[in-house]
């Protein structure tokens, strides 16, 4: 069998595959087999290069400087047990998911719910994953923040309960006419406000969302406007009026502004001036 001189400075790690010249079977006087094996680390010669910039050889730390390993098991058999010892890890860290599940339900139930999207929850049903349970002030963290998600979801649906319908024939038509016209974007400034289409991909599609500057008020949805916690009462109110009249609302926002309610561009001809919108944006738009 050939001698093998290794030059990959990979760490050593037990269980991956060897070449045949990587490893030498013996038979010693006991009649036990032994396996040397090179040392990955150092390729043998039981020195390592250390640093960059001034770079110096050092004593191989993996093998301590003997360039090999004597072991009693082939890396085969190695591998088969590394194998097994991590199945049975998840074997395990599976049944105390399972246990505290039974245990815990609701909390188990919010753990899975939020760890795709808070770190908090990922971290708790990690600690889960591993030791089978929460430690007591980690639990009541959880049930505080079912309790917070529970109380919000609930106001939530007593606001789109009590949403107001809303007239929402003429702004529809409106973002129809633009998209036809080939705005991939539409967006309409009526008075203090940005009404623009939700996303079609998203949970809101269809949805026209309002806005008043960065500021999320809410949204139009099933004839019903859904109004955020920072929307007014004033505010409702002037959005129901600027969707049941979008043309009306827009003339005054450019009239108020000097700024087309549709582009956004500067009012500069006497018509644009005299109407309020710009008569392309208002063929466009169906206004």
């Not at 998840?90 to 770190?119: C, I, M, Q, Y």
Request: with cysteine; aromatic share 8%.
């Amino acid at each position: 069998m050939s001698t093998h001189t290794l030059t990959d400075d990979l760490p050593w790690e037990d269980g991956s595959t060897f070449d045949a010249d990587e490893v030498v079977a013996s038979a010693p006087q006991d009649g036990r087999t032994t396996y040397t094996e090179i040392c990955r680390k150092c390729g043998g010669s039981g020195r390592v290069r250390i640093g960059y910039q001034y770079p110096r050889l050092e004593t191989c730390f993996a093998c301590k400087g003997a360039g090999k390993f004597e072991r009693k098991t082939s890396p085969e058999a190695r591998a088969k047990a590394k194998a097994s010892t991590a199945a049975r890890k998840e074997r395990a860290k599976a049944d105390n998911l399972e246990g505290f599940k039974a245990e815990h339900p609701a909390v188990f139930a919010w753990l899975e719910e939020s760890a795709p999207t808070f770190e908090f929850a990922a971290s708790l049903l990690e600690g889960v994953r591993k030791f089978g349970s929460l430690t007591p002030g980690q639990l009541a963290a959880a049930e505080k923040a079912i309790t917070r998600r529970n109380e919000a979801r609930a106001a939530r649906a007593a606001r789109e309960a009590a949403a107001p319908v809303v007239d929402i024939d003429r702004i529809a038509r409106a973002f129809d006419a633009a998209q036809t016209s080939g705005i991939k974007r539409p967006k309409l400034a009526l008075g203090d406000f940005r009404f623009s289409l939700a996303p079609a991909t998203g949970v809101n599609a269809g949805a026209l969302y309002v806005k008043t500057g960065d500021l999320y008020l809410g949204k139009i949805a099933g004839g019903k406007f859904t109004r955020s916690r920072d929307c007014s009462d004033a505010q409702q109110a002037d959005i129901l009026a600027a969707c049941a009249d979008p043309f009306a609302a827009a003339v005054a926002h450019g009239k108020r502004t000097g700024q087309c309610s549709c582009c956004g561009r500067e009012l500069t001809n006497a018509e644009s001036i005299a109407l309020g919108i710009g008569p392309i944006c208002r063929g466009h738009w169906g206004l």
